[in-house]
């Protein structure tokens, strides 16, 4: 039985390990999206090297930018997907913006995965049955959201600017699980744990230096990190939708988290600000 994946930010990491595991079948099609086209080509090759499966295929799109995301959806032969994989994200310590002019931590980790999520379903892109996970963490304990200041205008931290999308991918999970009841779409996030790879290393020196001390004597190797992940890729009981998972079970997460009336909130100004960008 043919299963489609699209994987956000596959060219590496997280992202890129899952396909390894889930090309080695190869009844399962896999499409790449992210946002640098060298690297992404230059994945798919080794994937097809590794595999054997030719069925991998790149994307290119900047996912902090709303209008990219929609042109992504509305101009590119898509096929139906089964397993949406929103992996990709990154921490900005020094603030930045978006094309769009939005705070790019924000933009990239939480309106990347709530944008390209809703223009799919709205294209009618997304299987019945299918699964949608999103890549959260467990640094989205200790803060909460100031809905009147999302994008941090007022006092900007790039680590809890980064906590703080986490939280957002949580409470996203949340609010879109519930919607896609009837739909029979389920919706689950996840922490990866604290995983040796590339990222953080878009900042400048010093941040590159710590953030990589951190992962040389505290991170778990890549397999490790994937594990949850392809946990819910492949597991039996398939309906469960809602929850947020760490090491293979559902875990605890915040009570900022839990709350939807919280979930409901960051789901208007989110819905504004693709409205916004796309009129």
Not at 34 to 45: E, L, P, V, Y
Not at 74 to 85: P, Q
Not at 87 to 106: D, L, M, W
Not at 165 to 191: A, E, G, Q
Request: glycine share 6%; aromatic share 12%.
């Amino acid at each position: 039985m043919i299963k489609n994946f699209l994987v956000t930010g596959g060219s590496s990491g997280i992202g890129y390990n899952c396909i390894k595991h889930i090309a080695k079948d190869h009844n399962n099609r896999v499409l790449i999206v992210s946002r640098n086209k060298i690297k992404g080509n230059h994945a798919i090759d080794k994937l097809k090297q590794f595999s054997k499966n030719n069925n991998i295929s790149f994307l290119q799109c900047d996912l902090s930018s709303i209008k990219e995301i929609n042109s992504l959806v509305n101009t590119n032969k898509i096929f139906k997907i089964d397993y949406l994989i929103n992996n990709a994200g990154a921490i900005y310590f020094t603030k930045q913006y978006s094309k769009e002019n939005i705070e790019k931590t924000f933009a990239l980790n939480h309106m990347g995965y709530f944008c390209l999520t809703i223009l799919l379903l709205k294209k009618n892109l997304i299987n019945k049955g299918a699964q949608i996970i999103n890549i959260s963490s467990g640094a989205h304990w200790g803060v909460d959201l100031d809905f009147n200041d999302l994008q941090m205008n007022t006092k900007y931290n790039g680590w809890v600017a980064y906590k703080k999308s986490k939280l957002c991918n949580l409470l996203f999970t949340r609010k879109l699980s519930k919607l896609l009841v009837k739909k029979k779409i389920y919706v689950n996030c996840l922490h990866p744990g604290f995983v040796k790879t590339d990222f953080g290393k878009n900042n400048h020196f010093i941040f590159k230096f710590i953030l990589g001390l951190a992962m040389k004597f505290a991170a778990i190797n890549l397999d490790e990190g994937t594990k949850t992940l392809l946990y819910l890729i492949n597991k039996k009981n398939n309906k469960i939708s809602g929850e947020y998972f760490y090491k293979e079970e559902i875990s605890a997460s915040s009570i900022f988290s839990k709350n939807m009336h919280n979930a409901e909130k960051l789901w208007e100004e989110s819905n504004r600000l693709l409205n916004l960008n796309l009129s």
